[in-house]
C-alpha cells in the first residue's frame, strides 16, 4: 500500500528550490519552475527544462508543447494536468531554451530525487532523451527505448518522446507517444489493483 504523500514536504522543496544557486542556471531565470499537480499523483511526468514561456509562468510545459501533452493526457489517459504531477530535470530555463548541461543536471538531480520520493507514483512517464537518461541512467537513445517499460524502484517507468519533437516530427511520432502514454494507463491501471 503506498504512504500517503506529505505535501509538506514537496512545499518546503519547492521552497529551498525557488532560491537555488547551485549552478550559473540561477543567473538567468526569472523564477524557478518546480512542479505541478497532485503530490499525491499515481503518475508523474518527467520532462527536461523549462523554456522561456514555463520561466515566465513558473509551471512545467504551459507552452505548444503542454498544450499537446495536456491534450495527450486528456485523450490517451482520461487525466488533467491536476490529477498527475508534471516536474523536469532541471528547474530553471537553460539560455536560449539549449539542452541542460551535465553540471546543470547535477546540481538539480536531488530536487527531482526527492519529487519522486515524496510522490511515490506508481508510473514515471519520460518526456524525451534527458529525462530517460538520468532516470534509467543509461547512455541509451530515446528511440532505442520507448515503447518499453522498465522498473525504477517500486514504480514502473515508460519512456516516450518529448511533446516538441512530436510537433515538429509529426503523425508517427504522434502515434507512438499516444501508444506509450496507454501502455502508462494500464500501468497505473494494473498497479491500482
Known amino acids: 500500500m503506498r504512504a500517503v504523500p506529505d505535501a509538506d514536504v514537496l512545499e518546503r522543496l519547492r521552497l529551498t528550490a525557488s532560491t537555488c544557486t547551485r549552478c550559473a542556471l540561477a543567473e538567468g531565470r526569472t523564477q524557478v519552475v518546480f512542479g505541478v499537480g497532485d503530490p499525491g499523483a499515481d503518475l508523474l511526468f518527467v520532462g527536461e527544462g523549462p523554456g522561456r514561456e514555463e520561466d515566465l509562468a513558473g509551471e512545467p510545459f504551459v507552452g505548444r508543447s503542454g498544450k499537446l501533452l495536456d491534450r495527450l493526457m486528456w485523450e490517451e489517459i482520461g487525466l488533467t494536468r491536476a490529477e498527475c504531477y508534471i516536474a523536469n530535470v532541471v528547474k530553471c530555463r537553460p539560455p536560449n531554451n539549449r539542452d541542460p548541461a551535465p553540471d546543470e543536471i547535477e546540481a538539480c538531480r536531488p530536487y527531482l530525487a526527492e519529487q519522486i520520493s515524496v510522490i511515490d507514483p506508481l508510473v514515471i512517464v519520460t518526456l524525451g ?3 530517460t537518461k538520468l532516470l534509467l541512467q543509461t547512455t ?6 520507448r515503447g518499453q517499460v522498465f522498473e525504477r524502484g517500486r514504480a514502473r517507468l515508460v519512456p516516450t518522446y518529448h511533446p516538441a519533437y512530436v510537433l515538429r516530427a509529426g503523425g508517427e511520432a504522434m502515434a507512438e507517444m499516444r501508444a506509450d502514454l496507454v501502455r502508462a494507463k494500464r500501468l497505473v491501471a494494473a498497479g491500482r489493483a
Open 129 to 131: 532523451n534527458f529525462s
Open 140 to 145: 541509451r537513445g530515446i528511440r532505442e527505448l
